[in-house]
C-alpha cells in the first residue's frame, strides 16, 4: 500500500530560526513529490516539485531534498517567520501510463512564535 | 486570475440531509478534482475529471456521493444522507493537464459540519 509518513507531527519554534520537517514514503512507481504549503482556512499552494534525478529544489526560504534510493525527503525553511505558521503536507506522485495517483501525508504543524 | 471558487465556504446541516457543493475551476484547466480533507490529516483524492469525464472515482462512497461536471467546467459535488462521519472539509482543485507534472490549485474548500 502506497504510504507518506511526515515527521515531527507538529513543530514550534522561534521567528528567525531554521527547521526541518521530514517525509518518508512507500510509494511506487514514483514519479514525483512536491511539498505543499496549508495556511488555516485555505487550500494547499505548491512550493516545490521534484523528480527521480533531481535531490534539492529551492523556493526561496523554502529548500526541499529527495533521496529517491532511501525514498525520503526534507523540507529546510530557513529564517522562519511569522507567516511560515501553517501545515506543511508532502505529496507524492505515483502511477504509470498517464494517470496520477497522489498520494497526502497527513501533515507537519508549524507554529512560528515571535 | 481568479483561483479555484467554492461555495460555500461553511455548511452545518443535520445527518440524513442532502448537501451539495459546488466548485468553478481556473478558466482553462480541463482537469478538476475533489478532495476531503479531514482534520489533521492530508486531503484524500475523492474523484477526478478530466473534461466532463470522470476517469478516477475508486474512492468516492457512490451509495451516497455523487458528482457532475457539466460541460467540462463547473462541478458539484452531492451527499445524500449525510453522516456524522462525512464532516470535513472538502476541497476542489484543477490543473491544466491532468499529470502529475503539472500543479494543481486548490480552493479554500468547504468546510461541512454534520450534527
Known amino acids: 500500500k502506497n504510504q507518506v509518513e511526515q515527521s515531527p507531527q507538529s513543530l514550534i519554534i522561534l521567528e528567525g530560526k531554521n527547521c526541518t520537517l521530514q517525509c518518508n514514503y512507500t510509494v511506487s512507481p514514483f514519479s514525483n513529490l512536491r511539498w505543499y504549503k496549508q495556511d488555516t482556512g485555505r487550500g494547499p499552494v505548491s512550493l516545490t516539485i521534484m523528480t527521480f534525478s533531481e535531490n534539492t529544489k529551492s523556493n526561496g526560504r523554502y529548500t526541499a531534498t529527495l533521496d529517491a534510493d532511501t525514498k525520503q525527503s526534507s523540507l529546510h525553511i530557513t529564517a522562519s517567520q511569522l507567516s511560515d505558521s501553517a501545515s506543511y503536507i508532502c505529496v507524492v506522485a505515483g502511477g504509470s501510463g498517464g494517470s496520477y495517483i497522489p498520494t497526502f501525508g497527513r501533515g507537519t504543524s508549524l507554529i512560528v512564535h515571535p | 486570475e481568479a483561483g479555484v471558487v467554492q461555495s460555500p465556504r461553511y455548511k452545518i446541516i443535520e445527518k440524513k440531509q442532502p448537501v451539495a457543493f459546488w466548485c468553478n475551476p481556473i478558466s482553462g484547466h480541463n482537469t478538476l478534482y475533489w478532495y476531503r480533507q479531514n482534520l489533521g490529516q492530508g486531503p484524500e483524492l475523492l474523484i477526478r475529471y478530466e473534461n466532463e469525464e470522470a476517469v478516477d472515482d475508486s474512492q468516492l462512497p457512490k451509495d451516497r456521493f455523487s458528482a457532475e461536471r457539466l460541460k467540462g467546467v463547473d462541478s458539484t459535488l452531492k451527499i445524500q444522507p449525510a453522516e456524522l462521519g462525512d464532516s470535513a472539509v472538502y476541497l476542489c482543485?484543477?490543473?491544466?493537464?491532468?499529470?502529475?507534472?503539472?500543479?494543481?490549485?486548490f480552493g479554500p474548500g468547504t468546510r461541512l459540519t454534520v450534527t
Open positions: 482543485a484543477s490543473s491544466l493537464v491532468g499529470e502529475s507534472s503539472y500543479e494543481q490549485y
